[in-house]
């Protein structure tokens, strides 16, 4: 059994708490012991990583991913990509969120049907390197909704991004297909979105029937659905159909946060604001000037986002970071910038961000009990980072500042194994 002692370490165990001057004791996959001596002595053929005061904290969960995602412009370049190079992305993609402190992910939706079940299964039976991940379905949404792509001169519906059905029935076919392929959560598309004009952002277009269907093919095997609810009418029907993971709730009204406020145990909001952002100020390079996007609703919604994500912070509903990177704008890579704008806009404490990303990572991940913290018995699911995040929570999205990366007790980003101690970064 592989025996890991980090001594010298600012501990930051992702609970609230204040950190400490510590080390820390990783035995095969766990946390034997935490300790509130920066020395100790570990046992016979420990490796020793003197951390010289860097920070280890709990490995980040992203909240809202998308490995299948391409970085291209468009909801077409990213299904068209042929499955054999979209598994070889995959892979890729998976690889360079875990090297960047993302021990795990919630899949958000893939763009083919089992894409992000394939990958899963690979990380897990050791086949390639990646997060702790759950598996999404492909998005599923109604004819003229966000994700329809298909044309009137192509009959092929496959060649759509997202999934048609039309009524309950066709709802229930293809959920219980997803669900036979082994995903851990179904994806509605429950509203719009401004980045398709024909289906804005406050509009909704899933009736209750359909969203009753999936639910209930859901609960039957004991999986979990995640919507993407933009409109406040789309965020209450999430909540009265039971849905347990809501994409970016960016319109509120004060019945929406009432009910999130007393949802708040069992629901999880992931905003992904950093798409809204990076819409209204980063994409002109691909043909959507600052002006553009305030004229397609970009700058309505981001104003909107900002007060509902407030008031729900406010109320306690869990907020967590992470969203729709993968496009050409908003490029795998970036995501813990999020953690940024929590704390720029929506009034977060630096160490509210982080707990987004770490305690509430774990319960999102169905594991609370046992990851997200850095404690006795918890997976060893550990970063460890040159610098003080609670001081400049920037640096979570400088590669550089990442030192080491560990999951389930085996380093994926090895800290360098010199004689003398880190070097801090400048």
Not at 48 to 62: K, Q
Request: proline share 5%; charged share 20%; aromatic share 8%.
């Amino acid at each position: 059994m592989a025996t890991t002692l980090f001594t010298n370490v600012r501990v930051l165990d992702g609970s609230g708490t204040q950190p400490w001057l510590g080390s820390v004791l990783v035995e095969g996959n766990r946390i034997r012991q935490v300790g509130r001596s920066p020395t100790s002595v570990g046992p016979a053929g420990a490796t020793v990583i003197d951390g010289a005061g860097a920070t280890l904290m709990p490995g980040m969960c992203e909240a809202h991913t998308h490995f299948s995602w391409n970085d291209a412009a468009t909801l077409a370049g990213i299904q068209t990509m042929p499955l054999e190079e979209h598994v070889l992305w995959c892979a890729k993609v998976a690889r360079r969120y875990l090297e960047a402190g993302f021990t795990s992910c919630v899949g958000a939706a893939c763009a083919k049907p089992r894409l992000d079940v394939v990958i899963r299964n690979a990380i897990n039976s050791g086949q390639i390197p990646g997060p702790r991940y759950l598996a999404a379905s492909q998005e599923i949404t109604v004819p003229g909704g966000l994700g329809d792509e298909t044309l009137p001169h192509l009959p092929f519906p496959e060649f759509s991004f997202g999934v048609n059905v039309n009524g309950a029935e066709d709802m229930r076919k293809v959920v219980r297909m997803f669900l036979k392929y082994g995903v851990d959560s179904i994806k509605l598309n429950l509203s719009g979105d401004n980045f398709t004009p024909d289906s804005p952002a406050e509009t909704t277009w899933m009736t209750d029937a359909e969203v009753a269907a999936a639910m209930e093919e859901v609960k039957l095997r004991g999986k979990r659905c995640s919507v993407h609810a933009r409109s406040a009418a789309s965020v209450k029907q999430a909540l009265r159909h039971g849905c347990e993971v809501i994409y970016h709730a960016s319109f509120t009204d004060e019945e929406a946060l009432d009910m999130l406020e007393a949802a708040r145990d069992r629901v999880f909001v992931a905003p992904g604001i950093g798409i809204l952002y990076a819409m209204l100020n980063e994409a002109e390079p691909y043909g959507i000037t600052r002006a553009k996007a305030t004229q397609m609703g970009y700058q309505v919604e981001w104003d909107a986002a900002i007060e509902s994500l407030k008031a729900m912070h406010r109320r306690g509903v869990r907020i967590l970071f992470g969203g729709d990177y993968g496009f050409a704008f908003t490029p795998h890579g970036q995501n813990a910038r999020d953690l940024e704008f929590f704390v720029r806009h929506l009034g977060f404490t630096p160490m509210e961000a982080i707990r987004c990303a770490t305690q509430y990572g774990g319960q999102i991940m169905m594991r609370g009990h046992e990851l997200g913290v850095i404690k006795d018995g918890f997976l060893a699911d550990l970063l460890l980072v040159d610098g003080d995040p609670l001081a400049n929570i920037a640096i979570l999205r400088d590669p550089k500042r990442i030192l080491a990366v560990m999951k389930d007790g085996t380093f994926y980003k090895q800290p360098e194994m010199a004689a003398e101690p880190f070097r801090r970064a400048a």
